[in-house]
């Protein structure tokens, strides 16, 4: 699957800009050590790592850690890798901060694997530990976009050195399930065309606040973007800043 290769993945034009300052400047507030889950690449882990912090990425995709793993290497930089399941993983220590960055909350689909990841993370920290993650704040007028229609998304050169890889996107949108079920089509420099789909789980802000509070979890700073605006209805991200509710977790 295109969207988890590694090297398609760090080739493409459209990750964040600015969420690497901003998890360094939560990563200073908070201290070490560090664990990203879902690190993917390293995109941000290995930024972290070179400017000084102890920090472990955790990820289920070989492809994606792989593709990490050479940059870091490359670099001279030392990160832990663990591949395994954020939502069943014990690393048998404490870390000051835990985060899931760039919507990859987005990617677990139910409520029980959501409560599984949090109780995962509560298990690795300690009173003074901080949680966060940042996904989007759904938007109706795209998740209600007529699913026969294709719109642009994004393009990117052939990291095999092919030509220009075009992604156009469609998405169909359950309200039930809340799952935004993305197509992504890769038209590749031969002409064929490879389908990836993506599943998009959408945590609507009450009902993100709710679980994170019901899960033991105090939130501390709700953001709206990167800039650490107050969260508002047309912020574009959800970034929830917590600790562990009545200190330690179980
Ligand atoms: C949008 S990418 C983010 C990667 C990286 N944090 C970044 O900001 O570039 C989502 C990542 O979530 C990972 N992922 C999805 N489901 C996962 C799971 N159940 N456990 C751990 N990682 C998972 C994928 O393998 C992928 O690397």
Known sequence: ???????????????????????ERQVRRHGDPVLELACGTGRITIPLARAGHSVTGLDISASMMNQGRRKAAAQGVDIGWVEADFRD?????????????????NHIETLEDLEACLRCVRRHMREDSRFALDVFNPRLDILLRDPSKRYPHSSYDDPDGGGRIEITESNVYDPATQINTVRLYYRLPDGRTERSDLICRMWFPQELDAVVKYNGFEIESKYGDYDESPFRGDSPKQIVICKAAGGQGP
């Open 89 to 105: 993983f014990d690393l048998g220590g404490a870390y000051s901060f835990i985060f899931i960055p760039d919507n990859s909350v």
């Open 1 to 23: 699957m295109f969207y988890y290769d590694g090297r398609h993945y760090d080739s493409r034009e459209m990750h964040p800009e600015n969420d690497i300052a901003f998890w």
